[in-house]
């Protein structure tokens, strides 16, 4: 069994589905895969911040079966962890939402395995997972690649959280995510959770930049990570183009690797909106 874990609410779905898409359309073996969702609502905090539905999660699974009956999509509601936890704390404004800290609780949660990838929402697997799934990770707390603009700005190996290959038995070993836990808690951190666990890490193990690459798409790319990134032209700016704005992708980015992937999510995502109706 392959085990990945997301984290967020209902507006990760198109990640999900697209990221999902691309593990099994890309991968070669018949091993199942177990798909955990931590989500919560705190729509005290803002409107929008809602649980993922058991409508998206029972389609979502409803599709993986369609390449396995084995594999599985198991949600689970962290409202109360993060409310015991993390509730008024310096970091629940963080730069992105409250749902990046969630991923904090992987040790809290008993169903969660000793071996699991933790992906953000914006990832594309180019070629098959098995490539980052099956490094040896035994006595190393995780895996990760260099983050593409703190690898220059911060230190060489500063990583990028977006992609983490967790050995959650070590985790639980030396308590990195306790630690993190308490470091977001406390103290303001600029990048919240990713600063936390780097801060808290005893041992990690570094991936070559193919394994989460954040600005380029080469022919070894495993992972492409859609994260925000610098354009130059035709003027310097910042822009934030997801896999699932599959016109901007061909636009911008001009691919077209992932084009059997998203003209299948397109259809899809037609279907789910027919079945809402």
Not at 21 to 43: G, H
Not at 253 to 264: A, G, P, S, T, W
Request: charged share 25%.
């Amino acid at each position: 069994m392959v085990n990945i874990l997301f984290c967020g609410n209902d507006k990760v779905f198109d990640g999900m589905l697209t990221c999902a898409l691309s593990i099994l359309k890309r991968t070669q073996s018949t091993e199942p895969f177990c798909f955990y969702v931590f989500t919560m609502d705190v729509s005290h905090i803002k409107d929008s911040y809602v649980p993922i539905t058991d409508k998206q999660i029972s389609f979502f699974e409803n599709v993986i079966k369609r390449y396995n009956i084995n594999n599985r999509a198991i949600k689970i509601d962290v409202t109360e962890l993060y409310m015991n936890e993390f509730s008024k704390c310096p970091n629940e404004d963080a730069y992105c939402s409250p749902y990046t800290l969630i991923r904090l609780f992987a040790d809290k949660v008993e169903a969660i395995p000793d071996k699991v990838l933790y992906l953000d929402a914006d990832i594309m697997f180019n070629r098959d997972i098995h490539l980052l799934y099956d490094i040896d990770i035994e006595g190393y707390e995780y895996a990760a690649a260099r983050d593409h603009y703190g690898k220059y700005l911060v230190k060489p190996n500063y990583i990028n959280a977006g992609v983490l290959l967790l050995n959650m038995r070590e985790i639980r070993r030396s308590g990195l995510l306790c630690r993190a836990r308490e470091l977001i808690k406390t103290k303001k951190l600029t990048f919240a959770d990713q600063s936390a666990i780097i801060r808290s890490t005893t041992k990690k193990k570094m991936l070559k930049q193919r394994f989460n690459d954040q600005k380029f798409l080469h022919k070894h790319t495993v992972v492409r990570h859609f994260s925000k990134r610098l354009f130059w032209l035709p003027y310097p700016h910042t822009a934030n183009i997801k896999q699932w704005q599959v016109d901007e992708v061909h636009r911008i980015f001009k691919y077209n690797q992932f084009d059997d992937i998203l003209q299948e999510y397109l259809l899809l995502k037609e279907e789910f909106e027919r079945c809402a109706i």
